[in-house]
């Protein structure tokens, strides 16, 4: 072989052993590479440093801090990491600005306290994040005490604009001038959160999220600007709403057990006594029609383990309090989610006084409305003359049921939803209601290729409505 041809092969080969050994990582850009560092923990970022050379700054600009302590295979914690985070702030770029800062209470006892949490939601403020995330523990909750405590001296910002909290503690006025001391706050959300305070307030913002949050007082939420609220399962009474007509979409999932004295007896210590990954994923509030129902289904552990008889036969229907002005609050939405078990209290009550849905495109009911007759079902409709998808869900066994009483008393059978392209039924596969809806709303001029029926489980129903 000549030479020249295998000098020019030896290099070929030089060039692509090279191109596999490259460091093509580090030749992201800054934006890139801190990008990745969002999904790492605080002391898995600081590692990074040694990587390569390219990585030994990068940790102290990186827009994202995860304050989450690192136990060891025996679930201990190092007795520094209070000291570990005022290096982290003491060794940051001055001139990086922190986006976003998530603190998580640690299962390990003396990790950190509500000092130190303190302490670091005032350095991150001053740095100017703008979204903060603190994740208590339920063991904490249960005791009266959480780092996701605050004070209004911890949390004066006008630069936070998202603000999560779960198995905070939530007393005094706190919430009820987040227009002052949060003036340009637009999402707020609050899981299993333990409230005292009497009033959310805000001007500004745009997303309310409470998920399972236990209501010791008559709250009352007040949010002209609001255009998403996401109320699901509150614990001992629910939220009464107000100056709320902005809001474009709506979903409302009550369970009245959950107002009742004995609904923490049926919890076991197993169930409260440690915090993990899941309490912060967004997986529960993922869509099923568009809106944000949990993909386990409604309410609080929505299952057939659950007494049916719980709410249609409750003598204590007027213990129940709160939930005042529910549905007035979302008369201007396009969407609405209104989830509940059968014998709902507030829901039904408050339907009695039923403003007029002039806005409303999509709507998804569950059994609560489902009366012996569909008073409920019809009122409502009756009051939704603009609507284009419409899902219904049925949960109870219904050949094993009483008929009920909603109350409602509709102005004839009749209703106009000359803008409906769908219908969407969701029941047992014994459930013989399907047929008297399938009635009800070809009486009502909804054709039969406008109708779907499918079973709980999955199972789809294709031919049905020519079965009279």
């Known amino acids: 072989m000549h030479p020249r041809v295998t000098k020019r092969a030896s290099a070929s080969r030089r060039r692509e052993r090279g191109d596999r050994d490259a460091d093509r990582l580090s030749a992201l850009p800054d934006a890139l590479l801190h990008h990745i560092m969002l999904f790492l923990k605080a002391w898995e970022v600081v590692r990074t440093c040694v990587l390569a050379r390219r990585w030994r700054h990068l940790w102290t600009s990186v827009p994202c801090l995860d304050l989450r302590v690192r136990e060891d295979d025996h679930g201990n914690t190092p007795e520094d990491f209070p000291e570990f985070v005022r290096l982290l702030f003491l060794h940051r770029e001055a001139s990086a600005r922190l986006d976003t800062l998530r603190l998580r209470s640690s299962n390990v006892d003396g990790a950190h306290d509500e000092e130190d949490a303190r302490l670091w939601i005032r350095t991150a403020i001053k740095l100017g994040a703008r979204v903060i995330h603190l994740v208590g523990h339920r063991r904490d909750w249960i005791r009266g005490s959480s780092l996701a405590q605050l004070e209004h001296a911890s949390l004066v910002s006008s630069h936070l604009k998202i603000l999560k909290l779960s198995y905070a503690l939530l007393r005094g006025n706190i919430l009820g001038q987040l227009s002052s001391y949060l003036p340009s706050l637009e999402e707020l959300e609050l899981k299993d959160c333990f409230i005292s305070a009497r009033e ?44 709320m007509g902005s809001l474009v979409t709506g979903t409302i999932m009550l369970y009245d057990y959950a107002f009742s004295d004995n609904f923490y007896k049926d919890f076991s210590k197993d169930e409260l006594s440690e915090t993990t990954d899941e309490d912060d994923d967004n997986q529960r509030y993922k869509t099923r029609h568009g809106f944000g129902v949990p993909p386990e289904g409604y309410g609080l552990g929505y299952n057939d383990d659950y007494n049916y008889d719980s709410d249609i036969d409750s003598d204590d229907d007027n213990k129940i309090e709160g939930g005042h002005n529910i549905l007035q609050s979302l008369s201007n939405a396009t969407s609405l989610e209104l989830l509940a078990d059968a014998g709902e209290v507030i829901l039904n009550r408050e339907l009695k006084s039923c403003p007029s849905f002039s806005n409303l495109k999509m709507l998804s009911l569950g059994e609560w409305c489902m009366d012996a007759e569909f008073n409920a079902l019809i009122f409502f409709l009756q009051h939704s003359p603009n609507l284009e998808k419409l899902f219904l869900e049925l949960k109870l066994k219904f050949n094993t049921r009483k008929s009920l009483d909603s109350g409602v008393k509709p102005q004839g059978r009749s209703f106009a939803c000359k803008h409906l392209w769908i219908l969407n039924i969701k029941c047992s596969e014994d459930d013989a209601r399907v047929h008297k809806l399938a009635h009800l709303f070809r009486a009502n001029g909804i054709p039969d290729e406008k109708i779907f ?11 049905f409505w020519w079965e009279d």
Not at 217 to 235: E, H, K, Q, W, Y
Not at 453 to 463: H, P, R
């Open 453 to 463: 029926v499918s079973y709980l489980g999955g199972k789809k129903m294709t031919e």
């Open 200 to 243: 959310i307030s805000s001007a500004s913002l745009k997303i309310l999220i409470m998920f399972k949050c236990d209501i010791f007082v008559n709250l009352s939420v007040a949010a002209p600007n609001l255009v998403l609220l996401r109320c699901i399962s509150p614990i001992t009474q629910a939220p009464s709403f107000q100056n």
